[in-house]
């Protein structure tokens, strides 16, 4: 047998598993394990917002400690990798060879889409081994980041552009929230609740995405890396708006209702 042959064979084998195999169905369960981080992070929000956290950051880091502190969140966290893992290759097969019912642009944002949505779950992926084998759990990996590019030349017009783009995406889920199409990624005949959760979860999303957007191009401007930072820093900033408990307390309640959503909405996915 030919290398070419054997490499489209190949290809056809993952095209299949995605569209309705073992990839399929893992990543099924994947795109659920993120729910619950979404609702762990909505979780610890909640708690910062009642003025106890507990000790743990509102990020996704902060989520997954939570699990890996005690031995049945262990075990769920092992299961969560291997799902994550899963979701992670089945968005990669679909960033390579899927979304074939669409065209032109809408085709290629799908793909790239669900190229990132395949960095996201490893990143989820590695830090949730990380924190198995170790419980250390360093800090401030965003501001370095953020430095770093800072101290590049151009740099500050980089930053700039990462934070208008995260401005973007929150306006984004926000626009998904409110039309609810996400549903275009469902089976049809989804419980009313599952996409009530959703259309609030996604909006609540888009939100702190975007204060997250707004905190990055402040760095830019102001030339300070300590203004930027990742999710947490989006949430402690509502918190220090006026009426900030209230708000904070609102985005997360959101957070933990997109949670609840995911979970819901994984045995209908037809698309991730």
């Known amino acids: 047998m030919t290398p070419a042959p054997t490499a489209r064979g190949a290809a056809d084998r993952a ?3 995605a569209s309705g195999g073992w990839l ?21 929000a909640l708690q910062l917002a009642l003025g106890s ?25 092992v299961v969560m990798v291997v799902g994550l893992v899963a979701y ?3 968005q990669l097969v679909e960033a390579i060879w899927g979304h074939r019912g669409k065209e032109g642009r809408r085709r290629v944002g799908k793909r790239v889409g669900s190229f ?6 490893a990143g989820f992926a590695a830090t949730a081994v990380q924190l198995l084998s170790s419980h250390h759990a360093g800090g401030g990996a965003e501001e370095d980041v953020t430095a770093r590019v800072l101290g590049a030349p151009g740099g500050a017009l980089l930053v700039g552009a990462a934070g208008v783009v995260l401005v973007v995406l929150g306006g984004y889920w926000v626009t998904k929230g409110v039309t609810a199409s996400f549903r275009e990624k469902l089976e049809p005949g989804v419980d009313r609740r599952v996409i009530g959760f959703g259309r609030v979860g996604h909006v609540a999303k888009g939100f702190a995405v975007g204060v997250l957007g707004v905190l990055v191009i402040l760095a830019a401007v102001r030339h300070d890396p300590q203004e930027a930072g ?20 609102a985005v997360a309640l959101g957070l933990m209702l997109f949670g609840v959503f995911q979970v819901l909405a994984a045995r209908h996915l037809v698309e991730g």
């Open 88 to 90: 992670a290759l089945w």
């Open 116 to 121: 990132v949505k395949a960095l996201v779950a």
């Open 53 to 77: 956290s507990g000790g743990a950051e509102p990020n996704q880091r902060g989520a997954l400690g939570k699990l890996a502190a005690s031995g049945p969140g262990r075990v769920l966290l």
């Open 230 to 249: 990742g999710i947490d820093a989006a949430l402690t900033a509502l918190l220090a708006l006026p009426a900030g408990q209230l708000l904070l307390g």
């Open 15 to 17: 095209r299949a598993s």
């Open 24 to 44: 399929h169905t893992l990543g099924k369960a994947g795109y659920a394990a993120q729910g619950v981080l979404w609702f762990l992070l909505g979780w610890i």
